[in-house]
């Protein structure tokens, strides 16, 4: 079972950016996809942006492409996600979770076995 631990949260304002890593140990060598996911008070929890381990192919929502970059660092097992241009409406707890499996949708929450434990992000207007 891989542990998953998200750092780099905070409180910005709009228009501001932050970065947020993930860490990954244990069970890192079934990972097929790195994903973040965000979830606001009251909300589901929502894709954010993907990466595939071997290739490094991304997927973005659209709400977050072209202001989100996801990347990663095999070596050292880590996932980040830039985030710039920041709105009030990225405010949320955001979380890192592994897909070790390649049925099922990457944009699917529920395909993902492993999750962090969350980092808040608030971003003031």
């Known amino acids: 079972q891989v542990q998953l631990v998200e750092s780099g949260g905070g409180l910005v304002q709009a228009g501001g950016s932050l970065e947020l890593s993930c860490a990954a140990s244990?069970?890192?060598?079934?990972?097929?996809?790195m994903g973040w996911f965000r979830q606001a008070p009251g909300k589901e929890r929502d894709f954010v942006a993907a990466?595939?381990?071997?290739?490094?192919?991304?997927y973005y929502a659209d709400s977050v492409k072209g202001r989100f970059t996801i990347s990663r660092d095999n070596a050292k097992n880590t996932v980040t996600l830039q985030m710039n241009s920041l709105k009030p409406e990225d405010t949320a707890v955001y979380y890192c979770?592994?897909?070790?499996?390649?049925?099922?949708?990457?944009?699917?929450?529920?395909?993902?076995?492993?999750w962090g434990q969350g980092t808040q992000v608030t971003v003031s207007s």
């Open positions: 979770a592994q897909k070790t499996t390649y049925g099922g949708s990457k944009y699917d929450r529920t395909t993902y076995a492993s």
């Open positions: 244990g069970g890192t060598s079934s990972t097929y996809v």
């Open positions: 990466i595939r381990w071997s290739t490094g192919i991304t």
